[in-house]
């Protein structure tokens, strides 16, 4: 629901090339975002959970059924 009005605002409609393109787009940034927690796991701030928070992240990745 969010993420058509975010198209709709945006573009002014929406389609399923869009809604597919920002699907693709947000499993990314998940992606960047989890390989980005990795590296911080091994010399982030210190007392920071970043394997938890890839975890979390990694749960959020569409996968193909």
């Known amino acids: 629901e969010g993420r058509d009005l975010l198209l709709s605002s945006y573009f002014g409609s929406v389609d399923e090339r869009r809604r597919r393109d920002l699907e693709s787009l947000i ?3 998940l992606c960047w ?5 990795l590296i911080q ?3 982030g701030v210190a007392g920071v959970d970043y ?3 890839a975890e979390r992240l990694l ?3 569409p996968t193909s059924d």
Not at 33 to 37: A, F, I, L
């Open 41 to 43: 796991a091994h010399g």
């Open 27 to 29: 499993c990314v940034a």
């Open 33 to 37: 975002n989890v390989c980005w927690s």
């Open 51 to 53: 394997l938890a928070y």
């Open 59 to 61: 749960d959020r990745v």
